[in-house]
């Protein structure tokens, strides 16, 4: 069996080219697209990938011999979604999985640096909000750019922590945070002025 990690563009041109190909019974191709876990370089073209850019997997594989079809991809992809040749499209990755996928990455980031899995969940929550007191003690000195990451201000990198420790937080526990959000922002769509005439 063939097989190659590819970029988007790479992966969008051969879904194409083999959509065209007329192949032999015996031989197959099969695609899956989703999310990278990692930065690596794609097979067909040579550039870099990013970590969670969108990449598909090729495989190629004949019954005439050769090495038969095995799942790797997972190597890969990150997210779960499986488009079985087809066309790469937005419709693939839904918003709710790019979240879900995205907190178990953080997940798994924090837990290769020492954070294990199962901790105090009050203990958490209690680390979420020193990370909103920071964005608010931010605000207080003018906003200056972050220490770490002076293109930002401080108090955008606040909130990204406070969502970074959301959403760890949420993989830990299994908790479906991706479709709940998409869900709960639909639904606050419809609640009217003021959530029903709330005074703040
Ligand atoms: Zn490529």
């Known amino acids: 069996m063939k097989r190659m990690a590819l ?9 194409e080219f083999f959509k065209k ?58 997210a779960e979604e499986v488009a079985v ?29 020492g954070w294990e899995a199962g901790r105090n969940a009050g203990e958490v929550i209690a680390l979420i909000h020193t990370e909103l007191s920071e964005a608010l003690e931010n605000l207080r000195d003018g906003c200056p750019p972050d220490k770490h990451l002076p293109d930002y201000l401080g108090v955008e990198v606040e909130m990204a922590d406070t969502i970074i420790r959301v959403l760890d937080m949420c993989a830990d526990h299994g908790w479906d945070v991706g479709n709940a959000l998409v869900d709960k922002v639909a639904f606050n769509k419809s609640r009217g002025y003021k959530h029903g005439g709330k005074k703040f």
């Open 21 to 78: 190909q007329e192949t032999p019974d015996h031989e197959h191709v099969k695609f899956k697209y989703g999310l990278a876990r990692f930065d690596f370089i794609c097979d067909n073209c040579g550039r870099p990938v990013c970590w969670f850019s969108p990449i598909a997997c090729c495989s190629i594989w004949s019954d005439m011999g050769g090495q038969p079809y095995y799942e790797w991809e997972d190597e890969f992809i990150g």
């Open 85 to 113: 040749e087809e066309k790469p499209s937005e419709s693939v990755l839904t918003l709710a999985s790019v979240i879900n996928t995205l907190a178990t990455q953080i997940r798994e980031n924090n837990e290769a640096n």
């Open 7 to 15: 970029c988007q563009v790479c992966g969008v041109e051969l879904t």
